[in-house]
Every structure is written in C-alpha cells, then in structure tokens.
C-alpha cells in the first residue's frame, strides 16, 4: 500500500485552527453535560422549527407565477444544473439593495456556498502574482487565513483594537510593502463586531479606512456576516454603502439570517474588469467563472431554501434577521451581566473580558496560557467549555485568549455556564 | 471609480471552456427553435418527475430511526453546520462498496460539492511544489484543466486513443519529467465513456496502468461519472476495484445518477498519510480539512435529498443508476444510428465520427473548422447544435472536433436532429 509522506501534501493541510476545532469536538464528545461556549453557530430554536419543504414551495411559486416561468420549468430549474452566478441574485439584490441603501445590480452578485467559497473565489481572483499581499485583522476570522493559506498567498496581519483594524499600522504595513516592491492588494476587515474580537468600527473609522484603501490603492474584502446583530437603532453603514471609489468587495452568509444548512452566501463585486482588447466585464463575471471550476454551481435547492425564506419575510434581510438579533442580543446581555456578576466581582488578577455591543463572542484575556490542557482541567473539573484563541491569531498574542460565544445557549446555560467558568477561573487561577 | 485590468487578475479568469459554453448559451438563447446537442446534462424526465420532499422525509426518518437520533436531532442535523466530511457518509459507503466489491470504509469518504469540488480538493492536497505535474487524458474534461489552472498546476497532456489513455506516451512524459527534475505526481483518467472522447480501457489496460502507477510512483485520479453507462453484463471493474498499491483516488458525482440540482459528489481517498512525528491519517482527513477552507461542508440539505434517494433504492448507487442507464443507453443507439441511416450513407469527406458504447456522447470530426462561426450557420440555417471540442483539447487536434450530446434529448428530437445536422453537413461541407 502506498504511503504518502505528509510533507509532500500541500502545506495548507496542517492548520493550527483545525486541529483546535477537532480537539474541542472531541473534549465535547467526553464532556456531553458541560457547558460549552465554544460553538459560534446559530441558535437551535431557529433551526428547529424551519421548514424547508414550505420555503421551497414559496420559491417554486415564485419562479412559476410571479416571475412567470410556470410549473414545470421552475421544477427543472431547481433540479438541473444552473448558472454560476446563481438562480436568487435578483431577490438577494434587492433585500441586499434594501440593506446597503444603494442599488445593488443583480448581476454583480455570486451566490456561493456560504461565505468561505466568496471569500476563497475573492481571493483567487485578485491575488496573480506572488508581490501581491493580503492583510488581515489579527486576530482573524480563520476562513480567511485559511482560504489564503490555500492559494498561497502571503498574509500580512494588522492589529485590530477596540474600534477596529489599527489604520495607522495598515499603512505603515503598506508603505513596507512597497518598499519591497510587494504591494497590499487586497484587505480583509469585519467592520461590524468582528469574529473573534468582537470590535466594531465608528463611521469616521469607516470612511478613513476607505480613504486609505483609495490613496494606498487597495482593495476591501468587508465581510458583514454579524452586521446584523447591531441594536436598533445603532447601525452603521456597511463600508459598501459608504464605497464611491469602488474598493469594496462585500460578502455575506445566510447561515446566521437564515440557516447555516442552506450553505449559502454571497459576493458582491461590482467593480469593472478591463481586458487588453478594451471590452469590460464585472468582477462578479470572473468570479463566477472561477467557481465553476471550484463548484461549478451552488445547489439550486440551497437557493430555493434561501429564496423562500427571503420571500415569506417581505424579501427583507433586515426582516428576517430582526427575530434573530433580538436573541443574540439578549444572549449577549446575559453573558455580559453574568460575568460581572460572578467574575467582576473580584476576577484573579490578569483576567480580563470585553463588552461588545453585538455579535455572538466576548473575548477573555487570562494570565495563562488557554490551551489544550487548561482547557482539559476546565471541561474535567467544572464543567464549562470555550474555545482557545491561538489558531485566531498571527502572532502568539492570542496564547493568553479564550472565546466565548453565546449564540446557541438558552438563558439558562448562559447563567450556569458563567458560574461554572467564574469557579474554574477562582480555582486554577486565583492564587 | 476604481477599474481593475484584467490583467491583474488571476490567469484562470480566461478560461477558452468557459468562453465557449457562454458562446454556447447565448447561441441556444437565440435560436430557441434548434435542437441541441450540446448539453451533457441528465435527462429532463429524472428531474421533472423529482419529489424533492419525500427524500428529505426519507432521510430524515433514517437519522431518526434506524439511527436512532430521534427527530428533534435529525431535524438539527439538516438544519445545522456539519462535519466537513459529510454526513451520508455510511450510506455512501455501503452504495459504492457494493459497486466496486471493496469494502469502503466511511471515513475514507469525503461528501463534496459535486465531482468538481472533489477534484479541485485532490489536486490541491497532492500538490505542494511547482515540480509536480499533473497528467491529463488528451481531450480532457475542462473541469479537471480549470481545477489545476486555478492552483497553477502544470499539466502533461497525454493523448487519449478509442481504447483511452496512450500509455506508452504516459511512460514517456514519466521519463521526459524525471529528466527535468520533476515528476508526474497524478495522471487523472475517465476509464469509462470519457468526457468528450467517450473511448473506454478494456481490463487488461486497466491493469496496465496500475502498474505503470506503481512503477512510476504517480497516482491515480479516476473519474468514474459515467461508469453506470455501461451495458448490464458489460461492466468493467472500476481502477480503484483493481487497486491492490494504495494508488487510486477516486471521484464520483451524483448529478447523473440522482440529480443535478443536489450539487453533491464523493472522494474516496483511503491512502495512509504519515505525519514527521509518525503519527498516521487518511488522505480523506487531509481533504476534509481543506474543504473546510473552501465551502466548510456540502449543504446537509443537499445530503439528504441524496441519502432519501439512496434508501429509496434500497442503498444501491447500482439500482438508481439501472433506469437512467436504459434512456441513455437507448439515446446513444438512436444517435448512432440516425448518423449512421442519415449521414454515413455518403459522408462528405473528411467527415467521420466514434461509436462509443457508453456514456452521453458521439466525437465528429469535420474537414474544416469547427468553430463559432460555423455554429452560427449550423444553427441559423438547420437549426442543429453541437459543441465546438477545441477548448477540451490542450492542443490544436480539437480545433476540427465536434461534440453531440445525446442525454438531453427525446427520440423525436434525435432524429430531427441529425436529419438537420446531416443536412447541414452535406450543404456546409459536401463540395
């Protein structure tokens, strides 16, 4: 039997966040009655109660009726193969439109299997030559270091605080790059409560950052997957609705507004592509050339999913993200309050926790390593699970980190949870 | 408004296949009215008659029951994330097992976005340097050249005779790449009715290229889409049936043989991989891996429509496929055969064409070029379309090629089809 040696597999198989993923999969698996904070999915409640064969019912009618196709060529439409770029871009278009306050052609938009395959497409496109760099938040959401370690691509990380990416730091990693006849192509940011830091970026930050983008000849990856937990009322413009130069390439995942099992999400990339012949195209055109060698096309019925459900909801993302955020916002509150109450108190010197005003995570900064085995000792010992953020970052800022996310637990495990974690921190790191 | 060159952009987004099949569209979109042999995709009837629903219910009932889930978990499971490496992984395994009379273990298994995908992932797992290179059958399906142009992948084309791959010249590019210091790291091969050449490796070649695997120390990508094809009592083994050296890698799709729209594919990839520290995983695990940085996991929901048909044929891939095999097997006879009744009684010269025994697809030959402009008349005079084949060759031996599809047409259709075809053959190239 022939035995491949893992060095001589691509380097991208051997990823630091993997390993944690299946590490804390595993210590769930030992640990069935632990609270974990570890999943940053979807609450359950959401997911439970979905209907599909309904939402595919309403897309049907949809094709059929409204947009006139008839019974039997809206079955085959979602049967058949189908175009690249997407059977629902029109619906996204306009519930995406509704949301940015722009004009969204529907033609600039991919459908792709979730956000990571728009992210992963995004990347492939605009990065040909080895010069050109990606920069990243550190920490970072790991689908984007990911999607980058695959094709090769050189990431520069740039610290995030508070209010966001440190724009001061970008453009000095900028004018390094230049100097070493590198250039930043193309910057990855999640202006709206950020996974994992959970930061969120002020209007004038937005619109430096786009100015930046535009003197330092950059692109923007914005991916605004948590935009939509934001209070009412407390919104921010999406760097896209803020874009005039064209800089901004915006993706978006329906797993956390609709469902994550519909695996669907979007590019949009209205940019204008010039050829040497003169003739132009969009980039969402490249794009969706490149994913039908990825994946040729994103399952129609994913889409009728997705369709269906932006149908039922007035073809409003706002609509049906509404319901959503108003838990993830009282999660988010109740994690919040029962830190202070249990941990605030008296936390052991050198831990520390943020507070952010959406999204489904609290960072926790400890005076020890949150690896492996304190992690064992916490599962083991109290019950109580997070996930650690080494894999999140670039450097080794992130060894102290652990993350907390509140998005699939009821109240109830929020509480019990904290308490859990408030002994966990007295015990192990209290004297 | 910042504009992008294209040439800025990845090499991939110009891409010859995907200029022709957009040609192609736009031609068909045109001229409504012509037959078309051009769409390789499954039989209208198998998707209009679908119940989309009921394999859902299927399946769910599976998980529920016979796995004992329960409903509330099984309605979770579709709903939810899920493992990178599928779901219906044991339904798989126990289908292909019995097609290829292995044993298949599930974890060996990784469920894709389609056969594409499943390719994309392999190619990006095996190779790690610019010195490997990756051999093609020559024609060869454009999704196999797009994968390894996306991940600049050099590519060996190796000509494809009636009876498949050359082997002599596979043995030859072996010997040209060791002198170069590099090495064929995988030659990708269709042993059944390939796409576009439709020729087939009887069993001794088959065994042949086993061992020339061994021997060279590549391995093996097999495609086997169109296996089911195959005349009962006609089957041949499978490359990975043969497989005693851990040399196979093996893709499959489910859009023939379920439906397209699932968008769901298979990779068996049960070679052992060592790791510097001794530790060993199977290059599925590596695979898995990967595909979390590219789509995270294949749509539950698309799974499910899969595992519903699946149960509903008693777990066989062989019972699925047995219906749709008929029709083709039918459409292929009837294509044949009207070229034969309408064209070959005195074939212009220089005209001639294969009769494969399987799959969706006659070759022809032309004594002039088969391109664009020619389909334009093809389709504006006679009313009869075809693809033009030279964006499926490496070389310029396709540029005289043409491709006809039988899969998606009706008896009636077919014999239009040809009628015209042939007429536009004799009054397009008789003189």
Redesign the interface.
Known sequence: ?????????????A?PV?ETISFLNEVMSRHPQAVSFAPG??H?SF??T?D??RY?QRYLDHLADTEGLGR?RA??L?????PSRGLINGLVAAALGQDLGTEVPPQALVVT??A??AM?LVL?????SPSDLLAVTDPSFP?IT??A???DIGVVPVPERGDGLDLDRLEAACEQARRQDRRIRLCYVAPDFANPSGSRMDLAARHRLLELA?RADF?LLEDNVYGFTAAPGAELPALKSLDH???VVHVGSF?KIC??????GFVLAD??????DGT?RL?AD?IA??K???????????QA?VGGMLLEHGGSLRTLGAEKSRLYRRNLALLTDALDRHVGASPPPGVHWNRPDGGFFVRMTLPVPADAALLEVSAAKYGVLWTPMAGFHLDDTGDRVLRLSCSYLDPEQIETGVRRLAAFLRNELGS
């Open positions: 039997m022939a035995q491949l040696s893992r060095e001589s597999l691509h380097a991208s198989v990823d993997l999915a979807p359950p997911v439970r979905l599909g064969h595919v039997e079955q085959l979602l049967g058949e193969y189908g299997v979730g990571q395959e992963f492939r496109a605009l990065f040909r689908g990911g999607a370690r695959l094709l535009e692109l130069g064209g800089r797993a469902f994550p099992g519909a695996r669907a940019q204008e592509v010039r050829a040497a132009t980039l490249e050339a490149l039908s060698m990825v994946t040729v096309n994103t399952s129609p019925w994913s999913l």
